[in-house]
């Protein structure tokens, strides 16, 4: 698998965090565990539906964190005015994409909670793309938004999960199967299809959606895509933003815009958020949010591997040990790293070796 | 360069001809060949023979960009990717089938044998129908006959092996035919290629 990610994950971490702090996003640190009943009663908003859960001392089942947004939002007070703007980067625990096993996952991400207003979707969208061009200069960020798709829903009297999950394929073809079955009319096939269709690079994507736009709610999603993209266009990401009503995310969670972001050469999305004011109804609270995760797991496996493990590579015999001490502390006074060793170790990849015995042990 | 993953057999050589004669021909490419991956000289196009139960997986972990595979595969393992276009080829329906003389004892859990187990459990679990799962590999047909389950989920395509068994269908859970996919993430990076050839795909069927 060819590298394409030319930093480690450190390095990436460490880049994120000065770019969020730059912005006034707080640090916000969690603990490891959560009570179990916030993912029971929430369970449609995480990504996996397994969670690892164990009985505390205290008798309460507990649950090792498989999302970070959830407790973010239960343990804060949400501001009437302004914004609250937090970044994170913890574990996670959730099945493996693939896999029945659980998986520690490190994420980070970030969330602005209160008065979300579109300067706060600007800058979390901005910072999105800051945040992709931190792992590759070729990335996309796809934009959907929930009021599009679902005011479309709107005007149909039939199954909205039929419709969602056809939109999510873009199986145009099942839908007019659909759409025979349903009696549909001509001018609601048409925005169906029209809406499937309009993908790709986001200035000309916007002009396609229009064709489809049937009532207030699509009009307003649109010219609020509009606006977004016009300050995308200044801020130098517009080329970046795709447009892609296929990403259609939990209507009882999210209902505003709709990020997914990806990295040319992996194949699944590294990045996912949006905007989520119902999660806060759902615990009660009032006001807006929007936010995103990087799954930092999604792309370990693209980093830059370091081949070479040590610098230099000393292989002594006994009569040598003390030449080998000798050579191995001056080697790493002048910065490299070193190992001694009496035969040749396997699988032990270095830069330079200093032979000091006549015959190298294999 | 557009990877293609095809299901090995008679439906992946009669995509590969429609795709040729489309414009994505690969000269290397012969009938007998037992070679895996070829590639067209021009690095148009490249296209990987497998199974065809596992044309989804290579499509989703983007091995390939595109491929071809039965709605059925779709249903059973659900993939994260998307559906461009419906081939009308290897035409099957999965099909709930039993003993011809079968009657259903609903005071017990049906025995249903299946290769596609979330298939029928989604499909008995809609019906709110207490199920007992077996799952087999292949001669699904031979389960009812010696009474190790009462029903059996299968594709079913003229209805002559389950004839020849004392069999017959029961119900048509849903119709299959030959899907043309795409990896999410390769369609953004390539959306005017992936575009294209499945027009040109389209249009080839449609012939």
Redesign the interface.
């Known amino acids: 698998m060819a590298v394409i990610i030319d930093k480690d994950e450190n390095q990436i971490l460490g880049n994120l965090a000065a770019i969020y702090k730059s912005r006034g996003y707080r640090r916000y640190k969690l603990g490891c565990f959560e009570e179990y009943s916030l993912y029971q009663e929430n369970k449609d908003f995480l990504i996996g539906k397994n969670v690892i859960t164990f009985s505390d001392l205290g008798g309460r089942l507990m649950a090792m964190r498989p999302d970070v947004t959830l407790s973010v939002i239960r343990h804060n007070e949400v501001p009437e005015n302004g914004l609250e703007k937090f970044f994170y980067n913890e574990k996670v625990y959730r099945q493996s994409a693939?896999s029945n096993e659980f998986k520690e996952i490190n994420q980070t991400g970030v969330e602005a909670i209160g008065a979300v207003d579109e300067a706060a979707i600007a800058e979390i969208t901005a910072l999105i793309c800051e945040t992709l061009s931190q792992i590759s200069s070729?990335y996309?960020l796809?934009v959907s938004h929930m009021g599009f798709t679902e005011g479309l829903f709107d005007e149909f009297s039939c199954e909205r999960q039929t419709l969602s999950t056809l939109l999510k394929?873009?199986?145009l073809?099942?839908f007019y199967r659909f759409a025979e079955k349903n009696n549909l009319s001509d001018e609601l096939v048409n925005a169906f299809c029209v809406t499937v269709n309009a993908?790709?690079k986001a200035d000309n994507a916007l002009k396609e959606a229009k064709k489809a736009v049937l009532n207030d709610k699509m009009s307003a999603a649109l010219s609020e895509l509009e606006r977004l993209q016009v300050r995308m266009n200044k801020f130098g990401y517009g080329d970046k933003i795709?447009i892609?009503f296929?990403s259609v995310n939990n209507a009882d969670y999210y209902n505003g815009i709709i990020y997914n972001g990806?990295?040319?050469?992996?194949?699944?999305?590294v990045l996912s958020g949006g905007r989520y004011d119902k999660l806060l109804s759902k615990l009660n609270k009032r006001g807006g949010a929007v936010g995103f995760a990087l799954y930092l797991g999604e792309i370990e496996r693209y980093f830059k591997r370091d081949d070479a493990l040590v610098d230099c590579l000393i292989i002594y015999d006994e009569t040598t040990q003390d030449e080998a001490l000798e050579l191995a502390d001056k080697t790493v006074k002048a910065g490299n790293s070193v190992r001694i060793a009496k035969s040749m170790p396997t699988e032990l990849k270095y830069s330079r070796l200093v032979n000091l015995c006549k015959e190298v042990k294999q | 360069m557009i990877n293609v993953a095809l299901p090995k057999g008679r439906l992946g050589e009669k995509v590969y001809e429609l795709l040729a004669e489309a414009g994505y021909k690969c000269e290397e490419y012969t009938k007998d060949s037992r070679k895996l991956i070829f590639c067209d000289e021009r690095g148009e196009v490249s296209y990987f023979w497998v199974k065809p139960s596992d044309v989804a997986v290579y499509v989703?972990?983007?091995a390939a960009d595109v491929g071809v595979v039965g709605k059925d595969v779709l249903d059973e393992y659900e993939p994260?990717?998307?559906?461009?276009?419906?081939l009308g080829m290897g035409k099957c329906a999965m099909c709930v089938a039993a003993k011809s003389d079968w009657t259903d004892d609903t005071s017990v859990p049906l025995r249903v044998a299946t290769k596609f187990t979330n298939t029928a459990e989604k499909y008995f679990a809609d019906m709110g129908r207490d199920v007992e799962i077996i799952k087999l590999n292949g001669s699904i047909e031979l389960a009812p006959v010696l009474g190790i389950s009462d029903v059996i989920v299968d594709i079913v395509e003229t209805g002559t092996t389950l004839k020849e068994n004392n069999l017959r269908v029961f119900k048509r859970i849903s119709e299959i035919s030959a899907r043309f996919i795409a990896?999410?993430?390769?369609y953004?990076?390539k959306?005017d290629e992936i575009k294209k050839i499945t027009e040109k795909l389209i249009k080839a069927v449609e012939k």
Not at chain 1, 262 to 269: K, M
């Open positions: 693939g070729d996309i796809d394929k873009k199986s073809h099942d993908c790709g795709n892609n296929s990806f990295v040319s050469g992996i194949p699944r999305f | 989703e972990l983007g994260d990717v998307y559906e461009l276009a419906d990896n999410k993430s390769s953004k990076f959306t």
